[in-house]
């Protein structure tokens, strides 16, 4: 998601403003920030006329823009590069719904005029040129990145969600250290801090790591690395929690504790107390081979039939086909499971 600092600087604000106001439309503040930026003839004796028409009847600054006709006073100049503006916002709208994300990214620091502004600034100062250019292109790699933990994690990308993840990034970077509070965040935004006490909520099989069943060997070395970036924030104490039972879809199930807890070796035998007490709880660890075309249930791909059961012991996988079509394979140590 980038460095600290990394989205409070300029030229990352301004691409991010051009998406905002392509989600939200009443977002005045980052129309104001990009609307002329970069020039487009649109200056401030116009923008005071089209904000007083948009206080005068209520309506956001973008449909002011929109009744730039309407507005008395507006220039030639300014009258295109409203024209102008209008049409790249159209454009982007359209590219939004039809690109992967990263592309669409691509195309707002491209389309907008950013890129080649930034790039003329060479001229001037070759340095700063080249930052702002090499930082872009980082706003673009966080965005793929956003996209590929998406893919790993089954859900689908979407720009609306990276933008909540760069408010929270935003919050972190602005803290207040020697402030006597809590600071939430996740543990891709807490590589390069430290904390005197930390705490990792929901070490559980399934949660972190996620799809644990179906994980490559390399995806989980990602999720094990992930892992020891947050562990290793702590400077005096870390604190590993996990859900004896979680409801999930309404369902209530139960847990097995992480196995980067068991790898840490932090409070082993308190982990070890909590794996006894599962066994009372999982259906599916004796008599596996008597559990083939058992109907079951799954919180998120619902109702299914067992086809198929290999390996044993700590290994043991089973393979069920679901009603909407999907084949899924999981642990079934750690199968989230219900039998009907």
């Known amino acids: ?19 905002r106001i392509l989600i939200n439309p009443r977002d005045n503040l980052s129309l104001l920030r990009i609307i002329n930026t970069p020039p487009r003839g649109i200056g401030k004796a116009a923008l005071e006329k089209i904000s007083r028409f948009a206080e005068q009847r209520d309506i956001p600054l973008l449909a002011a823009l929109e009744e730039y006709h309407k507005i008395e006073g507006i220039s030639s100049l300014a009258a295109r590069g409203i024209r102008e503006f209008l049409l790249l916002r159209d454009s982007l709208k359209k590219d939004m719904k039809n690109c992967e994300l990263h592309f669409f990214v691509e195309e707002v620091i491209s389309k907008s005029g950013y890129w080649k502004m930034t790039e003329e600034m060479s001229e001037k100062d070759p340095q700063i040129s080249l930052t702002k250019l090499g930082n872009l292109q980082e706003l673009v790699n966080a965005v793929k990145e956003f996209e590929d933990r998406c893919e790993k994690q089954g859900v689908e990308p979407k720009i609306s969600v990276f933008l909540d993840e760069v408010s929270l990034a935003s919050e972190v970077d602005s803290m207040d250290n020697s402030s006597d509070a809590v600071t939430l965040m996740t543990a891709h935004l807490a590589k390069g801090l430290e904390f005197k006490v930390v705490f990792l909520t929901g070490m559980e099989e399934g949660l972190f790591p996620i799809n644990s069943a179906n994980s490559s060997a390399e995806e989980m070395e990602e999720e094990r690395r992930l892992c020891y970036v947050g562990m290793t924030r702590a400077k005096r104490k870390l604190f590993l929690s996990w859900a004896k039972e979680r409801k999930t879809f309404g369902k209530t199930y139960v847990n097995s504790i992480s196995r980067f807890v068991f790898e840490s070796e932090i409070d082993g035998k308190r982990a070890d107390s909590f794996s006894s007490d599962r066994e009372k709880y999982n259906p599916f660890q004796s008599s596996a081979q008597t559990l083939l075309g058992q109907k079951v249930s799954h919180p998120v791909y619902g109702v299914g039939r067992i086809l198929n059961i290999t390996g044993s012991g700590e290994y043991a996988k089973i393979t069920v086909r679901f009603s909407n079509g999907s084949k899924q394979t999981f642990m079934l140590k750690y199968a989230p499971l219900e039998m009907l």
Request: hydrophobic share 40%.
């Open 1 to 19: 998601m980038g460095s600290v600092k990394f989205y409070e600087r300029k030229e990352i604000k301004d691409a991010l403003a051009y998406i």
